[in-house]
C-alpha cells in the first residue's frame, strides 16, 4: 500500500497561483501513474492530470495551459495551479495507481479561489 499526504491548499484570490504537493511513502515501487483530481462541492469528482512513469502527461481541458503536473521519481507528485477562478475551488486528491489495478488516494487539501 502507498501512503499519500497532500499540502499546499489554500485561500488564493483569482488570477492566482498555488502550488500543491503529494508525498508518497509505503510501497512506492509499485507506482505507476500518479494523478491530481478534485471534487466541487455537489460535483462529481473529476480527473485534473495525470503523469506516467515516462513523463508523459495528461490535463483536463478546462486546466490546459494553467496547470502543471510534476513529479520527483515516484516519491512525490506537483501540481502548479496558475490563472486560478472560482471554477477551479475545490478538494484536491493525491491518487496513484499500481500494478494489478490498485490504486491509492490521500486525504485530499481544499483549494478555495475567490473572485
Known amino acids: 500500500q502507498v501512503q499519500l499526504v497532500e499540502s499546499g491548499g489554500g485561500l488564493v484570490q483569482g488570477g492566482g497561483s498555488l502550488r500543491l504537493s503529494c508525498a508518497a511513502s509505503?510501497?512506492?515501487?509499485?507506482?505507476?501513474?500518479m494523478s491530481w483530481y478534485r471534487q466541487a462541492p455537489g460535483k462529481q469528482r473529476e480527473l485534473v492530470a495525470t503523469?506516467?512513469?515516462?513523463?508523459?502527461t495528461n490535463y483536463a481541458d478546462s486546466v490546459k495551459g494553467r496547470f502543471t503536473i510534476s513529479r520527483d521519481g515516484k516519491n512525490a507528485v506537483y501540481l502548479q495551479m496558475s490563472s486560478l477562478n472560482v471554477e477551479d475551488t475545490a478538494v484536491y486528491y493525491c491518487n496513484v495507481d499500481r500494478r494489478f489495478g490498485r490504486s491509492d488516494w490521500g486525504q485530499g487539501t481544499q483549494v478555495t479561489v475567490s473572485s
Open positions: 509505503g510501497t512506492i515501487w509499485d507506482i505507476r501513474a
Open positions: 503523469i506516467t512513469s515516462d513523463g508523459s
